[in-house]
């Protein structure tokens, strides 16, 4: 197969023709958004004693686990080609251990809601990513839903960087959650790669997220990160949701989803979790909101609705 051709194949993966949205559809963006709005508060449980890097590989090495033995009981083949193992492994580096890892120290520095709007920012960089790699064109109306939802993102992150008067733990904590958001996006660029090469989600998924921990564990040992662990109900309580709800359920939701109806309108769950997200952190972690927050979540949410009304190109 010449790189054209391949190219082409994945770019088909990414953006397949819409045919109109079924009931599936709308079940699992509302379930990834109702998920993945209360795991942006869980993993706050899981800092603290055991270092952020540590509780990723826990999640997504019990997230792995979980999948492999679906995949036995279900009687879903776990054979790879080679070259289907390399597109696996690339796709968990980038979202199971890079993206990941920059979400958990986001979260060290600014409160959770924080990091769940600037990740609303994922389905615009999916957007101009997929168009450099893959030239996938996207309608005028697509390109200004990025360009308001951006500004969204920027008003936010500047507004709690203003009233944080430019700390450098606040900026330290917006920058790791804006390198969460582009390695996720070149981990999404993987994922339709794995569409394109027909392997099915839920093997993809649990090599990926093994993987991604492998990688996460070789780093740390390399490093010397100690293994700790705090055997407490609030550690293990978030840990199994975040692994068996946030990675297992969400992530099977959310690459099903993608696949029928194409990475942009599947990252739409980024723009219906911050609402919820900013809720939850005002109730449990005592956030205050001021208008800089709300004016960028309403042009991120703009932006997403622009986004998704724009017609195939």
Known sequence: ???????????????????????????????????????????????????????????????????????????????????????????????????????YLAEVHV???????IFASLSFVNLILFRLVLK???????????????VGVAVLSWGEAARAHMDPETLLGIGFGLAGVLTAA?????????????????????????????????????????????????YVGSLIYLAVFGSVAAFLLYYALARRTGYSFASYISALTPPLAMGISAMFEGARWGWEALAGLVLVVIGQYLLIRAPKV
């Open 111 to 117: 409160v959770s809601a924080v990091v769940a709007v």
């Open 186 to 234: 070149i981990g999404n660029l993987f994922a339709a790669k794995t569409q394109a090469e027909e392997i099915p989600i839920a093997p993809a998924t649990a090599w990926a997220m093994f993987y991604g921990t492998a990688g996460l564990a070789l780093y740390a040992i390399a490093t010397g990160e100690p293994f700790l662990f705090t055997p407490t109900v609030e």
């Open 1 to 103: 197969m010449s790189i054209a051709e391949d190219e082409t194949n994945i770019a088909a993966a990414a953006a397949p023709p819409r045919q109109g949205f079924a009931g599936a559809d709308l079940f699992a963006l509302a379930s990834c958004s109702l998920i993945w709005s209360t795991t942006w508060y869980a993993i706050k449980h899981q800092l603290g004693v055991v270092p952020p890097l540590i509780s990723v590989i826990y999640r997504f090495g019990l997230a792995a686990a979980v999948l492999f033995a679906w995949c036995l009981v279900t009687r879903k083949s776990l054979r790879l080609t080679p070259r289907q193992h390399l597109i696996v492994a690339a796709q968990g580096v980038f979202v199971f251990s890079l993206d990941y890892s920059f979400v």
């Open 136 to 150: 996938l064109k996207a309608a005028p109306l697509a390109w200004a839903g990025s360009a308001v939802g951006i």
